[in-house]
């Protein structure tokens, strides 16, 4: 197949091919198709589905230059990976991809849209157990930013981790990035022995445990060695834009109303968040307002966002977990009326 891009003039043609065509030379390289530039045509030709993507890049670049003035490289790379997520969205619809051929030889059964596909290389199903975690599911699914608040052991975080881990093998985004604050829960961290990363690993090894769990040890490893997933502490994020990334506050209760509103600023183009925390268990420093308590307050009724509550119903540990909960509610309660009938 062959399709001819054609450029209105000299300024969008020196911004479209790059400095030496270097930016032809990226779309070429990225779909394995042949280019011939010259003058104001751009003419491709190669695979059917191949020149498709490559002629949308350009098409893209298009608008950029004349909105802009110009391209830069990260424009390029950007919109090369959008044609590749369109791509693998299509194929995953179709049930092209090998995940899904094995999971059709396996016999799975199990609708679609009930599971979480994981892992990068082998089909993996996380299949939520109750309504609250299904609800949850489908709560990610249809927004960029999240909140679920609910008991340990309800799945907020592995679900969320898990929904991730999907969205970055469909090619929705380009990385994950977890993080909890680090929170000196009755220890100090100066006096912890190690360096700073091994004193703050342990805050972070709940996340860890989720990935191995979804991902298996070998996996992940490659993906944290190929930048593909990121865990670190609340404050490592100061400063940053988040851009085509999947993104997980982990523990937000711990989080003061400062640090929430650095997170939530982090988002980027083509990028989504969850926030997880259960507001029962909060250790900040006395007289200190948690910043998911307060986001809960003032956030209400913002467009794209989705509060998600889970309660003891969804918990998913041992049977004794539930009944404890259930015993620290009722005594909340009652220290309540007490309260309410001294008062």
């Not at 997520?85 to 849209?113: C, K, V």
């Not at 944290?224 to 990121?230: F, H, Q, S, T």
């Not at 670190?232 to 990334?245: E, I, N, V, W």
């Not at 909960?325 to 309660?333: D, F, R, T």
Request: charge should be neutral; include cysteine.
């Amino acid at each position: 197949m062959e399709e001819t891009i054609v450029l209105e003039s000299r300024e969008e043609t020196i911004a479209i091919y790059g400095s030496r065509d270097q930016y032809l030379r990226m779309v070429r390289d990225a779909f394995g198709v042949q280019i011939v530039a010259r003058d104001s045509l751009i003419k491709i030709s190669g695979e059917k589905a191949a020149v498709m993507r490559a002629a949308a890049v350009f098409r893209g670049l298009v608008l950029v230059a004349r909105e802009r003035g110009r391209v830069a490289a990260r424009d390029v790379e950007n919109l090369i990976w959008q044609a590749g997520s369109l791509e693998a969205r299509s194929a995953s619809a179709h049930g092209e991809t090998e995940e899904a051929r094995e999971a059709h030889s396996a016999g799975s059964g199990q609708a679609a849209h009930s599971s979480v596909r994981t892992g990068v290389v082998r089909a993996h199903h996380v299949q939520p157990r109750t309504e609250g975690q299904r609800g949850y599911i489908e709560a990610m699914r249809t927004h960029d930013l999240v909140f679920c608040v609910g008991p340990g052991g309800s799945g907020k975080t592995y679900l969320a981790v898990a929904m991730a881990v999907e969205a970055l093998k469909a090619h929705e985004v380009k990385r994950i990035v977890l993080v909890r604050p680090a929170v000196e829960a009755g220890e100090k961290l100066g006096f912890l022995p190690g360096d700073l990363q091994a004193k703050v690993d342990p805050y972070l090894r709940p996340l860890y445990d989720a990935l191995q769990d979804i991902l298996g040890s070998s996996q992940l490893r490659k993906c944290m060695e190929n930048d593909l997933i990121e865990v670190a502490p609340l404050a490592y994020m100061r400063g940053r834009t988040l851009d085509y990334a999947f993104t997980i506050l982990d523990e937000a209760q711990n989080c003061t109303i400062l640090q929430m509103k650095m997170f939530l600023t982090r988002m980027g183009v083509h990028s989504r968040s969850v926030v997880t925390g259960d507001v029962t268990q909060i250790d900040l420093p006395p007289g200190e307002v948690s910043g998911l308590i307060h986001a809960e307050q003032i956030l209400r009724g913002v467009r794209g966002l989705a509060l998600v509550y889970l309660d003891k119903s969804d918990i998913m540990r041992h049977q004794l977990v539930k009944d404890i909960v259930s015993a620290y509610e009722g005594a909340a309660v009652k220290k309540r009326t007490k309260d309410g009938e001294e008062s």
